[in-house]
């Protein structure tokens, strides 16, 4: 699997499209907006938005996309971006933007506003919780880095301690914090790195569908 850079999204004030060997540090910002998903022909993706301009962004994405694509990117909590894709490379996407953006105003809302949120993966797996004693055959509905829902077939309850175990995953410890009565959500005590969540996707038989699937946006956790 291609690395994935531990380094946050970079914020140039500069009006060009960023390209694969964009290395201006002066003219940057770091911000924390890593995670977005990308929308191409109503469905949405997973992506990570690597560099972004008053022109453009760069991000990786993990479906196919070519040039002269249309996709829209969100990017801050409920907002998003329309453009055209101008090159492709390495995994790398180069979108231009259809209109300039005001990137300071991008670092002032991600600053103070509301934390990104993560997108969420539905799917059908196997899982086993742990609640106390008692250990339970389940359903895992959807996951996200920061939590997942699931079907239990005795019911749980809001501020339950559980463990998670799901084959190909490291034992998931977390809290139900929400039910609607037939499933639950699960917060993890710890977000779960990217790179492991991705992995673990593609390793599954079903896993290119489930990484070009349509995401429920999701706060963080669950």
């Not at 004693?133 to 895992?140: D, I, K, L, M, N």
């Not at 809001?158 to 039910?179: F, K, N, Q």
């Amino acid at each position: 699997m291609t690395h994935i850079p531990d380094h946050g999204t970079m914020i140039s004030l500069s009006r060009a499209l960023p390209q694969p060997s964009d290395r201006r540090e002066g003219e940057r910002y770091l911000t924390l907006l890593r995670v977005g998903s990308a929308t191409v022909d109503g469905r949405r993706h997973l992506c990570l938005i690597r560099n972004v301009s008053c022109g453009g962004m760069l991000i990786r994405t993990y479906s196919d996309l070519e040039p002269g694509a249309r996709l829209s990117v969100e990017f801050t909590h409920g907002e998003s971006v329309v453009g055209t894709v101008r090159w492709v490379k390495d995994g790398d996407v180069g979108l231009m933007f259809d209109h300039a953006i005001d990137v300071l105003q991008l670092l002032e809302s991600a600053i103070g506003g509301p934390r990104p949120r993560m997108p969420r993966v539905q799917l059908s797996a196997t899982c086993w919780v742990r609640c106390g004693s008692v250990t339970q055959r389940s359903q895992a509905i959807d996951i996200s880095q920061g939590g997942m829902q699931i079907r239990t077939p005795k019911p749980l309850y809001l501020r339950d301690d559980v463990l998670i175990t799901i084959p190909g995953l490291p034992v998931l410890a977390g809290v139900v914090s929400w039910t609607d009565g037939e499933s639950f959500g699960v917060s993890f005590n710890q977000v779960m790195p990217l790179q492991t969540l991705i992995r673990w996707l593609k390793s599954r038989p079903e896993g290119g569908q489930l990484l070009a699937a349509g995401y429920a946006a999701s706060v963080e956790g669950a």
